[in-house]
């Protein structure tokens, strides 16, 4: 049973799991020993869903690569409110010497999980709230697309930021249904609305609200409740020449820097390699394999 929060109404599943298949690791040891011919591909398609699932359960994800939740080194700012982080990509890959473990060094940008409106004054140089008409537009590129998580509520739901409001936060009013159903819909202000019902006093009344609406459902929120999730990538062609530079040098680490990065990854708890999955399903040998 799950809820999404105050006022929400819990919702129930029921969950079966069906044994479909069992897979023979032995294959991998005949097919290494020249006793089988093809390779034995479910077999190394669920091992490498179990090589990824203590990654997935304590980084961010994104394709084949995992990068750390934690992404506040100052090395690794790259300014205007975008961070870089290093996470590797993995592979399992059958070798002359067995099973190996492929790692390779990564890189993206990513938006810092910050404040909606601390945010913009990292983004948007000379960005004033008393100011905002000025920065509209900007503020419409630099947020539109991107999810928050509101602060006025208990809720884990993610909203995507679908625009601005029209009017500022002080101008907006809708009609609140009464509950009972027994007295008329009555007209009250946003800022009202959320002074009565969560307790909240709204700061900035003259500028707009986020539009977090889906599927023609109305959900206007005063920016100052509204956090950006962790783990949203960045466009590298958004990024300023500065930045953009900054990130490709990271990328095209050295081979040393490179070497020692991947065998940080291996040793790293919440790695492909993490203390539950060496002890429930693989031992390693630390080594790396030679080429030529």
């Not at 006022?7 to 029921?14: A, D, E, T």
């Not at 101008?171 to 009202?192: H, M, T, W, Y």
Request: some cysteine.
């Amino acid at each position: 049973e799950l809820s999404d929060g105050e006022n929400r109404r819990s919702r129930s599943y029921i969950v079966t799991l069906k044994h479909v298949n069992e897979l023979n690791l032995g294959k991998l040891n005949d097919y290494v020993s020249g006793n089988l011919r093809s390779i034995p591909r479910d077999i190394l398609q669920g091992m490498d869903v179990v090589m990824k699932e203590n990654p997935s359960r304590h980084r961010i994800s994104i394709g084949r690569s995992s990068y750390p939740t934690n992404c506040n080194n100052q090395e690794d700012d790259l300014g205007r409110g975008i961070t870089a982080a290093r996470g590797f990509q993995q592979s399992l890959k059958l070798t002359f010497q067995g099973l190996s473990l492929g790692l390779d060094h990564s890189v993206l940008a990513f938006l810092k999980p910050l404040p909606v409106i601390d945010f913009l004054e990292e983004h948007i140089q000379e960005f004033s709230t008393s100011d905002f008409g000025r920065w509209r537009m900007e503020v419409m590129n630099a947020l539109q697309g991107f999810q928050v998580m509101v602060t006025h509520r208990v809720t884990n739901q993610k909203f995507t930021i679908a625009g601005l409001t029209v009017q500022n936060t002080r101008d907006i009013a809708f009609d609140v249904e009464d509950p009972e159903g027994s007295d008329p819909p009555r007209n009250v202000s946003l800022v009202d609305y959320f002074r009565e019902t969560y307790g909240r006093e709204i700061i900035y009344k003259d500028i707009p609200c986020l539009d977090l609406g889906i599927n023609n459902r109305k959900n206007d929120v005063p920016m100052e409740f509204c956090i950006l999730v962790e783990g949203q990538r960045y466009p590298k062609e958004c990024l300023d020449g500065d930045a953009a530079r900054r990130l490709k040098r990271m990328s095209m680490a050295p081979p040393k820097d490179r070497k020692n990065w991947i065998c940080k990854m291996v040793q790293a708890k919440d790695g492909p390699c993490g203390e539950e999955v060496m002890m429930s399903f693989f031992h390693f040998r630390e080594n790396f394999v030679g080429v030529g």
